[in-house]
């Protein structure tokens, strides 16, 4: 039984209610690349620029104090989704450049250090020397992966990685790999392919006693299940708007308030100086230091809506909801001859995105047929090629569900698994 009213909630999601490929109901299980939009966060973006459009932080007439207003109460409820203060939190315009941000503290902090530029108090920790290491693991996302692999070759510093058991959970075993040379472990909260929710309080122990500092990439874990940044024990928490309900266009970068004051900016330029001269300039304290330029307004207050929404559902029950769907779609497929899960089988520390390929065809072949009978879903490599080698497969079909699939969307996915078997006759 269902901890949510599936119904109620679908009512609020207006792209629901077309229909598509031969006028079939839309069965939309591609969540975890974005998520659809209900009513309250597409009228309370509309509602911003009906009302109280201005540029945030300019100007001292009375629609800029209300479109500042807007944006800030949106920071600190965002923020306090999280458990968190709204000085600490830092909008972007995704997720992967919330990533960046961190790893060019890095790349800011050593250049000047090489050139003798002043740095802010407490900058050494994000000083690089050749030789240092940073951990990430063989299930990232390319989003955190890439900038890591672009700061070692700036910096001479080495990438090293947790590797993977056949289960598809990280092969923590090598007690090498957290050592006195690693500066920041960079990991998913779950990984959008293969479903696994990662121990974090393990890995928080091991980077903790090499004084490590630890980004946790959360776009999969912040929509779907309680998140609170003063239990996590992590440095960095980064995750985007879209996949959680909020409009696209916005991410969110949470981190230590000592941290954040003393990271050099990312990207320069209005609004995140302190004082300009000619001779050079100054910088705001954060959060302001690194969010340049005219900043995604409305989209915070989007976001802020869809926090709103999420939180009179409650987590718990959001998790709980997905853990049923799960449950069902990994036994709807286990039953199907020829078919193999791409990660966890069991349900233990598992989230809601089911991978999977089909012996004998390829996932772009099974996400067609599946379009045709009005099934949504990812195909292909989910930008995390390494996963992919790693279990010898090309490219595999994605679920992922949220709080408006219910079982007849799970049924929905096995029947069109079974057609396409049928239609290539595999």
Not at 237 to 262: E, F, N, Q, V
Not at 347 to 360: K, M, N, Q, Y
Request: charged share 20%; net charge negative; aromatic share 6%.
């Amino acid at each position: 039984m269902s901890t949510l009213d599936v119904a109620a909630i679908r009512a609020d999601f207006p792209i629901l209610k077309r229909t598509v490929r031969n006028d079939r109901r839309l069965v939309y299980l591609d969540s975890g690349a974005t998520s659809q939009k209900p009513y309250q966060v597409l009228d309370a973006e509309r509602d911003f620029y009906e009302n109280h459009n201005a540029a945030v932080h300019r100007g001292a007439h009375l629609l800029a104090e209300e479109a500042t207003d807007a944006f800030e109460h949106a920071r600190a409820n965002i923020a306090s989704f999280i458990g968190a203060n709204a000085d600490d939190l830092v909008f972007t315009k995704n997720a992967t450049e919330a990533i960046n941000l961190v790893s060019y503290a890095f790349l800011n902090a050593t250049l000047k250090s090489a050139h003798k530029k002043a740095l802010p108090p407490g900058s050494e920790r994000f000083i690089l020397k050749v030789g240092d290491e940073i951990l990430v693991t063989e299930m990232e996302h390319h989003a955190n992966l890439v900038p890591w692999q672009e700061l070692c070759d700036k910096t001479g510093a080495v990438l090293r990685w947790i590797g993977l058991t056949d289960e598809g959970r990280l092969d923590l075993s090598d007690e090498t790999l957290f050592n006195e040379r690693t500066r920041i472990v960079a990991l998913t909260h779950q990984s959008n392919l293969l479903g696994t929710v990662n121990d974090i309080p393990a890995i928080v122990k091991s980077a903790r006693a090499v004084d490590a500092l630890i980004l946790l990439d959360s776009c999969q874990s912040v929509p779907h299940m309680s998140v609170d940044v003063s239990t996590l024990g992590v440095d960095f928490l980064t995750w985007s708007g879209h996949k959680m309900l909020g409009p696209l266009g916005i991410g969110c970068l949470w981190g230590r308030a000592d941290l954040l004051a003393a990271m050099p900016p990312f990207i320069t330029g209005g609004s995140m100086i302190e004082v300009v001269s000619m001779a050079g300039t100054t910088f705001a304290a954060p959060p302001k230091r690194f969010e340049a330029g005219v900043p995604m307004a409305a989209q915070a207050v989007g976001l802020s809506a869809a926090v709103d929404y999420l939180r009179v559902l409650g987590m718990d029950k959001v998790a709980a909801h997905e853990h049923e769907m799960t449950k069902a779609t990994i036994a709807g497929l286990q039953s199907i001859p020829g078919v193999r899960i791409i990660g966890p089988e069991d349900l233990v520390d598992r989230g809601s995105a089911v991978s999977f390929v089909i012996e004998g065809l390829h996932p772009h072949d099974v996400g067609q047929v599946l379009d045709e009978s009005g099934v949504a879903v990812r195909v292909g490599q989910h930008c995390a090629k390494p996963v992919c080698t790693r279990y010898g497969i090309a490219a595999a079909t994605r679920a992922t569900y949220y709080i408006y699939n219910d079982l007849d969307d799970v049924e929905a996915l096995i029947e069109g698994v079974h057609a396409a078997k049928k239609f290539f006759g595999v």
